[in-house]
């Protein structure tokens, strides 16, 4: 076990027995900013407190997480339209939202309880507390967005789309067999450099 300076007593005063030393004195107000950095920079508490090697770990997970944004929007762009009709890749999108939520949110609450201070009293900790939970309801909320909004986009598109046994098979060579009427819905769109996009315009509903 790593002795302590002054008799025991660690760097903060707090007479605490930890092998982490907590860096500058104790204080509320120094542990929320550690608590709010960590929430945009992983590790970053975990490193100001003297724990190294989670601190790294930490930050190396980040890294390769916004690594891997930037290599999927990058290199992967021209795939983009087609990964998002696959069910099974919403799917897994749907479970990563809400798998990420999860750990970063445990990223800040383990930051917070590594950076505050002991001996706090109740009323400065319950406001403390309520600011850490805010912080981490506020990071939920576009995770568990983008899990319900994928997860309907999912369920719409597998709805419209049907595939297995239960889907009418349909005569490619002759698809309006036996159909005394076919309805025919004709879109008209233009397009030019300066617009982004194609404009629907008209609508010509032919039935033959």
Known sequence: MRKTRGGGRNRDGSGSTSPYPRKGGPGVARALVLTFVSAALWGFAHLWMGRRKAGLLLLALYWILAAA???VGTAFRGRLVGWAVRPDLLIAITIGSLALGMIW?????????????????????????ATVGALCVALCVPFGWAARYT??????????????????????????AGKPRVNILLLGGDAARNRVGVRTDSMTLASV
Not at 153 to 176: C, S
């Open 105 to 129: 949110v445990t990223v800040v609450i383990r930051s917070y309880q590594i950076a505050r201070p002991d001996g706090v009293g109740i009323v400065r900790r319950t406001a403390a507390n």
């Open 151 to 176: 997860h309907i986009y999912r369920d719409t598109l597998t709805g419209i789309f049907q595939t297995g046994d239960g889907v009418k098979k349909v005569d490619t060579d002759n698809p309006w």
């Open 69 to 71: 944004l930037v290599v």
